[in-house]
């Protein structure tokens, strides 16, 4: 059962009258934490240890006597020994006492089991945190049911291994690290099998998680992250922002793709198979004649998840998309909080977000600028949960 949104919300009486920005440190953290100072709110970073130096040293911020911030962007860092530490009593206790408005990242998502963030986690969260589960391919209840709700394009899945018959791509999770990906591509059942029982050899993949894997007809074309942001505090027909377009950097497919192809067969057997591991991101936009369709997307999602998870989406989602020869989009990958690539735009703002508001408008200000308008409108309570 998740914590009944009333209880959260009645939380925010005993809060000051500016609360404070918080974020599991890790992901896309700095991106909140710079767009709440600039919009005028204090922040908290939720580290742990041995992880915390980047937000408590390097980008820990100063303010002149008034308050002004003249460096850096993380007001307080709390030090656990396990970002997990945060359901315990002290910690959340420790949060509500200084205001904390809780953004959702993929951190919190990996590190926090979602059951957990949905019904221990007392702590008022800026986003949709009963739709957060939902990111967990391997779970009953994922993305893929609600992108079929939306009549959204999405790959076609393959079955079984025995049904390959042309190139796909296996989404199983990295065997011990929460953030990453085992998947590979592979084009005959014959290929799944090396492939996999390399990976399983190389402790990157479990063998107990080969059954549950999603197997994907493969895309080919340009990968692009669509960072929407949904506003409840809009009328309906103005509430859906598409912020900026991202790509990501991954090791060691991105190097091994700049080889040439004698040099990649030459390889030893082991680095053959490229990782899918996450290490940057780069900016995007979207030729014109395409965004009217993402649009449409993002519209038909926003309206499937208030549907089918009320209140639906609140604030930052990510639709990840390939766009293959024929101009047409498909959805292989959802982010139901901010995503993870919006770092790029931290200061100079996304471009799309920017010629909306006029200003430079990254996602970490676009959440705290809805705190600050909903503030001002006595309405914070619609967007926590």
């Given at each position: 059962?998740?914590?009944?949104?009333?209880?959260?919300?009645?939380?925010?009486?005993?809060?000051?009258?500016?609360?404070?920005?918080?974020?599991?440190?890790?992901?896309?953290?700095l991106?909140?934490?710079?767009?709440?100072?600039?919009?005028?709110?204090?922040?908290?970073?939720?580290?742990?240890?041995?992880?915390?130096?980047?937000?408590?040293?390097?980008?820990?911020?100063?303010?002149?006597?008034?308050?002004?911030?003249?460096?850096?962007?993380?007001?307080?860092?709390?030090?656990?020994?396990?970002?997990?530490?945060?359901?315990?009593?002290?910690?959340?206790?420790?949060?509500?006492?200084?205001?904390?408005?809780?953004?959702?990242?993929?951190?919190?998502?990996?590190?926090?089991?979602a059951?957990s963030?949905e019904?221990?986690?007392?702590?008022?969260?800026?986003?949709?945190?009963?739709?957060?589960?939902?990111?967990?391919?391997?779970?009953?209840?994922?993305?893929?049911?609600?992108?079929?709700?939306?009549?959204?394009?999405?790959?076609?899945?393959?079955?079984?291994p025995?049904?390959?018959?042309?190139?796909?791509?296996v989404?199983?999770?990295?065997?011990?690290?929460?953030?990453?990906?085992?998947?590979?591509?592979?084009?005959?059942?014959?290929?799944?099998?090396?492939?996999?029982?390399?990976?399983?050899?190389?402790?990157?993949?479990?063998?107990?998680?080969?059954?549950?894997?999603?197997?994907?007809?493969?895309?080919?074309?340009?990968?692009?992250?669509?960072?929407f942001?949904?506003?409840?505090?809009?009328?309906?027909?103005?509430?859906?922002?598409?912020?900026g377009?991202?790509?990501?950097?991954?090791?060691s497919?991105?190097?091994?793709?700049?080889?040439?192809s004698?040099?990649?067969?030459?390889l030893?057997?082991?680095?053959?198979?490229?990782?899918?591991?996450?290490?940057?991101?780069?900016?995007?936009?979207?030729?014109?004649?395409?965004?009217?369709?993402?649009?449409?997307?993002g519209?038909?999602?926003v309206?499937?998840?208030?549907?089918?998870?009320?209140?639906?989406?609140?604030?930052?989602?990510?639709?990840?998309?390939?766009?293959?020869r024929?101009?047409?989009?498909?959805?292989?990958?959802?982010?139901?909080?901010?995503?993870?690539?919006?770092?790029?735009?931290?200061?100079?703002?996304?471009?799309?977000?920017n010629?909306?508001?006029?200003?430079?408008?990254?996602?970490?200000?676009?959440?705290?600028?809805?705190?600050?308008?909903?503030?001002?409108?006595?309405?914070?309570?619609?967007v926590?949960?």
């Amino acid at each position: 059962m998740v914590v009944d949104r009333t209880k959260i919300q009645a939380l925010l009486k005993e809060y000051p009258e500016m609360p404070v920005i918080a974020a599991v440190a890790s992901h896309s953290a700095l991106d909140v934490f710079d767009g709440a100072v600039t919009e005028g709110f204090g922040t908290l970073a939720i580290c742990q240890r041995g992880r915390e130096r980047t937000y408590s040293h390097y980008f820990r911020s100063e303010r002149d006597p008034s308050g002004v911030p003249i460096r850096g962007c993380v007001d307080q860092a709390l030090v656990y020994d396990a970002f997990g530490d945060i359901l315990k009593k002290d910690a959340q206790s420790k949060l509500r006492e200084l205001g904390a408005l809780l953004v959702p990242n993929r951190a919190l998502s990996s590190y926090v089991e979602a059951s957990s963030i949905e019904k221990d986690l007392e702590v008022p969260i800026l986003g949709s945190r009963a739709m957060l589960k939902l990111e967990e391919r391997q779970e009953k209840e994922n993305y893929y049911g609600l992108l079929q709700k939306a009549g959204l394009p999405f790959p076609a899945q393959v079955p079984d291994p025995s049904a390959i018959d042309g190139l796909c791509v296996v989404k199983v999770p990295h065997a011990d690290k929460p953030l990453e990906r085992g998947f590979f591509t592979c084009a005959t059942p014959e290929e799944f099998q090396k492939k996999s029982r390399a990976l399983v050899a190389q402790k990157v993949v479990r063998e107990s998680d080969l059954p549950k894997a999603r197997i994907e007809k493969y895309v080919i074309g340009p990968v692009f992250n669509l960072n929407f942001f949904f506003s409840p505090l809009a009328p309906r027909f103005e509430g859906l922002e598409l912020l900026g377009i991202d790509e990501r950097r991954e090791s060691s497919l991105d190097g091994l793709v700049r080889l040439p192809s004698d040099q990649q067969l030459s390889l030893p057997d082991k680095e053959r198979i490229p990782g899918f591991r996450v290490v940057g991101h780069g900016s995007l936009t979207l030729r014109e004649s395409l965004l009217e369709e993402a649009f449409r997307m993002g519209e038909k999602f926003v309206d499937a998840a208030r549907e089918n998870y009320d209140p639906g989406i609140i604030g930052p989602f990510c639709l990840q998309t390939a766009v293959d020869r024929d101009g047409k989009f498909s959805i292989f990958d959802v982010s139901l909080r901010i995503g993870g690539g919006t770092n790029i735009h931290m200061a100079l703002g996304h471009p799309y977000g920017n010629t909306l508001w006029r200003v430079p408008m990254s996602t970490g200000r676009r959440i705290a600028l809805e705190v600050r308008t909903a503030i001002a409108d006595g309405a914070l309570a619609k967007v926590v949960t």
